[in-house]
């Protein structure tokens, strides 16, 4: 499975947008990439998934370059209930999800 | 609405006591996972399932073992429960990549 590298934490103040940053140079050809949430005391939540290009939810927007190494979450215009661990994943279609140590988000008023 | 119900949400046991965690889903998923949280370390893969009987370790199997005898089901057994086992437990079911937690068990091993 392919290893992720993501930032340990980022600060933001409300109504900015917020763009977390993945590294996965390893990926493979069948692999997609996948996004949770977790908010203290609860298991995570899954907020995205996409393969290449852009997509985009009533969430969050992936944004993924054609080479597919890296990919960005894009929360636009957050709010202090977005203060969270942001985990990004890489696996294929067989399932097994690794997580890594996440991006703790700080969204500050 | 989707459901993964884990037994218990706290659980104290003693050094060397067998200890079961039970995990129970309703969506008919084929996949299942177990971790541990601990902070600063994420949340490390025990032991994942993709089927009835089978499974594959994760990052951290050493110290437990795993039971899928249903598809509704998945068990993680800590054979002798030792002090550094005391963490949060969480087990996931998931299909395409779409995974779905419960609410967690806190196990403390004193």
């Known amino acids: 499975l392919a290893k992720t590298t993501q930032p340990i934490s980022m600060d933001s103040y409300e109504g900015q947008e917020v763009n977390i940053t993945c590294s996965h140079n390893?990926?493979?050809?069948?692999?997609?990439i996948t996004w949770y949430q977790q908010f203290p005391s609860q298991g995570p939540r899954f907020i995205i998934q996409?393969?290449?290009t852009k997509v985009t939810n009533e969430v969050a927007s992936l944004f993924i370059p054609a080479d597919r190494k890296s990919s960005t979450l894009s929360l636009p215009r957050v709010s202090l209930s977005d203060t969270a661990v942001y985990y990004c994943l890489v696996g294929d279609i067989k399932g097994k999800l690794i997580f890594g140590q996440g991006t703790t988000l700080q969204v500050k008023p | 609405d989707v459901k993964v119900t884990q037994s218990s949400r706290y659980l104290v046991k003693r050094t060397g006591e067998k200890v079961f965690l039970e995990c129970v889903q309703d969506m008919d998923h084929e996949n299942m996972f177990w971790y541990r949280q601990d902070p600063g370390l994420g949340l490390r893969l025990i032991y994942f399932?993709?089927?009835?009987?089978?499974?594959e370790k994760g990052d951290i199997p050493e110290g437990y073992s795993v039971s899928r005898e249903k598809k509704e089901r998945f068990s993680l057994i800590l054979e002798s429960a030792s002090t550094n086992q005391t963490s949060m437990y969480l087990c996931?079911?998931?299909?395409?990549?779409?995974?779905?937690f419960g609410q967690g068990t806190r196990l403390t091993v004193v």
């Open positions: 399932s993709y089927d009835v009987k089978m499974k």
């Open positions: 390893n990926i493979a050809t069948n692999d997609y």
């Open positions: 996931a079911s998931s299909r395409d990549r779409e995974a779905f």
């Open positions: 996409g393969y290449k």
